[in-house]
């Protein structure tokens, strides 16, 4: 028998998008699309049916209308019901073109013939149950902050990524200059799906080593230290690994950290300084803002 997913459908005014999204992240969905409807948007998230039962989405729910409410928009309609997994690989990946970002970077799907466009590096991605398809405001800040930063010319860059979910951040890494990726996730779905993007994008195994785990398992490989430091999670997670940072870093180390709220910017700065990094520059994406930092 199939194994069985949750669907979730979000119907919402497109300025509560992005928190819905961050809802649905922190819930625990995979392969999350939007369709746009007239005036609305349409917000589709996949979870396997023994992540959550149904008191757990009414509570999303509830969530979700709270948000709206403290945002002052018209709380969105909600539902869910059961799909097997086959309809929720096609029912995803059906809406999911290729997308340009920032100057140099393609993001194409496995499934889909990449577009000519020469002056672009193309990063073929198949993100399965992982996060990270390149359609969220934090993953695509993170990868124009990685695109700035290795086209400096630096040779020999080795960088870590905190919580790879699909790889994205560390293949595109590779395919703009970086020497090797150090990648660690706590979901075992995102390992493997690590592992698998990087193969798609034929690149040399000896380049990314992806492992299941977190800071702990970056330490007892840093070694000198790594050059670049990239996390794209949730800003609860990179305060509580923000102490940890120095263990992985050189004097000279820069990092790229996202997945922040607007209203979290002030706390996340805070703890930075206090633990002698510096915010360098603060990009923002409708709701969301990537943090560009370097040692103190």
Known sequence: ????????????QPGLEETIYWRLETFGCRGTATQM??????VK?????????ILDLAALSLWICQDALLLEVTPPKMRWHMIDEEDWASSWQQHWQPQPIGDRLLICPEWLAAPEMEDRVVV???PGAAFGTGAHPTTQLCLESLEMRLSMGETRIRIADIGC?????????????????QAVDIDPLAVSATEQNYLLNQLSPACLQVQRGSIAELEAVAGEGFDGIVANITADVIVGLIPRLVNIAKPSTWGILSGILLEQVDNVAEVLENHNWVVATLWKRQDWCCFNIRRI
Do not use: D
């Open 165 to 181: 979910g699909s790889g994205i951040l560390s293949v595109a890494a590779l395919l703009l200059g970086a020497k090797a990726v």
């Open 45 to 53: 998230a996949y979870l396997p049916q023994f992540a959550a039962q």
């Open 37 to 42: 409807q007239k005036q609305e948007a349409l």
């Open 1 to 12: 028998m199939a194994n069985q997913w949750w669907e979730i459908e979000i119907l919402c």
């Open 124 to 126: 073929r991605l198949n």
